[in-house]
């Protein structure tokens, strides 16, 4: 079992439709969470981090579930310029080692 | 700031040859990052460095892959022979820290292909 699943995907979704993806985790020691979102033939950037309590920046939203073992990302009113690869990572408590997802591919269409 | 700098950008080789990826981490950050990214496993941590120490090297493939960091503002992943498995995009990553919030900046990585 993978440490950190994704659903690969592709959400292909029309423009300004709402878009969630999930991500599970199986190490239990996992401490921060994140989602990077990368482009095509680019690298990751960071999109947001996910804390306990849930947490918002504009249209995206994050939540994380400790007892269920996955967060998730939702995206409200979607552009064509958030088609993109979403890569959930999970920080393993104690260490400096991030673990990402595969990814999750977005496809908004116009 | 011109963010984290890798070098080459592409590099195209033959199975044997030695190959070194360079990266240049954002000024003041003090953790760098090592990164390989395939379609089949997605982005897998090498190595990373702490104040230009390794910290964890587990993630090295094997013994054909060696990675140093002389210096805060320069490191080297080399591969020693290359083999065709070896082809991926390999990523750098500088991380910095403000309270408790921590952020890691990719390079734009090097994509190698081995022939």
């Known amino acids: 079992r993978k440490e950190v699943e994704q659903d690969p995907g592709p959400f292909n979704v029309p423009e300004g439709a709402t878009v969630a993806f999930n991500c599970t985790y199986s190490n239990s020691a996992s401490q921060s969470f994140f989602w990077y979102r990368q482009d095509c033939r680019k690298e990751p950037k960071l999109l947001m981090s996910v804390y306990s309590s849930g947490n918002e920046d504009g249209r995206f939203t994050a939540q994380l579930n400790r007892a269920s073992q996955y967060i998730s990302l939702l995206i409200r009113d979607s552009k064509l310029s958030d088609s993109a690869t979403y890569l959930c990572v999970v920080k393993i408590s104690g260490t400096y080692k991030y673990i990402f997802g595969t990814g999750t591919r977005l496809k908004v269409l116009a | 700031d011109a963010g984290v700098i890798q070098s080459p950008r592409h590099e195209v080789t033959e199975m044997g040859q030695e190959v070194t990826l360079r990266c240049k981490p954002i000024s003041g950050h003090n953790s760098l990052f090592w990164y390989r990214q395939t379609m089949m496993r997605g982005l897998e941590l090498l190595i990373y460095?702490?104040?230009?120490?390794?910290?964890?090297d587990s993630g090295m493939p094997e013994d054909r892959f060696s990675a140093k960091m002389p210096n805060a503002s320069f490191s080297t992943l080399k591969i020693q022979p290359s083999e065709p498995r070896d082809s991926a995009v390999y990523f750098c990553?500088?991380?910095?820290?403000?309270?408790?919030?921590?952020?890691?900046?990719f390079g734009p990585g090097t994509r190698l292909l081995v022939l």
């Open positions: 990553a500088s991380m910095n820290r403000v309270g408790y919030v921590e952020t890691q900046y």
């Open positions: 460095f702490n104040n230009n120490v390794p910290i964890d």
